[in-house]
């Protein structure tokens, strides 16, 4: 069984600081992780994924991620918030082969805040 | 546009009525999800179609629901004597094909369907 837990429900920072969005999850075959933003009365959009390649996956809009196996994590960045980026982001694990059919198993999702 | 579209976007419905969603995915797509998410919590998986076949289903996918993907196109998901307990959105994803079964392969989500139970 596969599983994401993702630390801090709202997460809050002024326009320019670092964004860190925490993510952990666990599983019993190595996994792929995702990093999806979902926008109000939109659609989730991919922001980067982790297939197994190198450990640190740059994504769109200035965002990545650092997979870490001893940690089990793969923690969310950017280096200076935009107000743009305010939305809800998940992180989610899926596996390769057997019956996961490539099926994504979410974190309770992280909503971002971005003062000015 | 030619992402995923989904129809209807919002949906009122009583106690006991049926429903049903429908969800065209990207052309290519041979694969296509169904998700489920509640107010405060990540989608949840709820069955798997690849091509018509509908392959997985999750345990939370109730006699009361069933989907169809007739032909490998779009996909119909209905919902039986609905349940306030039904009240949620509905997410469609499809993707491209991949080598075997692997979770590879990006998944292109739809703005959903709302669905309110009253």
């Known amino acids: 069984a596969q599983s994401v837990t993702q630390l801090g429900s709202h997460v809050s920072v002024s326009e320019g600081a670092l964004v860190l969005l925490r993510c952990n999850y666990s599983?019993?075959?190595?996994?792929?992780l995702f990093w999806y933003v979902q926008y109000p009365n939109q659609g989730l959009q991919l922001l980067l994924k982790?297939?197994?390649?190198?450990?640190l996956v740059k994504g769109i809009n200035g965002f990545e991620a650092e997979f870490k196996k001893s940690e089990t994590s793969f923690h969310l960045t950017k280096p200076s918030a935009h107000m743009s980026d305010a939305a809800e982001y998940f992180c989610?694990?899926?596996?390769?082969?057997?019956?996961?059919?490539?099926?994504?198993?979410f974190g309770q999702g992280t909503i971002l805040t971005v003062h000015p | 546009d030619t992402g995923v579209s989904q129809n209807p976007r919002h949906k009122i419905t009583k106690r006991g009525q049926n429903v049903t969603f429908r969800c065209d995915p990207i052309?290519?797509?041979?694969?296509l999800y169904w998700y489920r998410q509640t107010l405060g919590q990540g989608p949840e998986f709820l069955t798997y179609?690849?091509?018509?076949?509908?392959?997985?289903k999750s345990r939370l996918l109730s006699d009361r629901f069933s989907a169809e993907r007739p032909k490998g196109s779009f996909s119909t998901l209905e919902i039986q004597r609905t349940e306030q307990g039904d009240s949620a959105m509905y997410l469609c994803?499809?993707?491209?094909?991949?080598?075997?079964?692997?979770?590879?392969?990006?998944?292109?989500f739809g703005p959903g369907t709302r669905l309110t139970v009253t």
């Open positions: 994803a499809s993707s491209p094909p991949g080598p075997g079964t692997s979770g590879l392969s990006e998944q292109y």
């Open positions: 052309s290519e797509h041979n694969r």
């Open positions: 599983s019993s075959v190595p996994p792929y």
């Open positions: 982790y297939t197994s390649a190198a450990t």
């Open positions: 989610a694990v899926s596996s390769a082969g057997g019956t996961s059919y490539g099926k994504l198993t």
């Open positions: 179609f690849q091509n018509e076949a509908q392959l997985e």
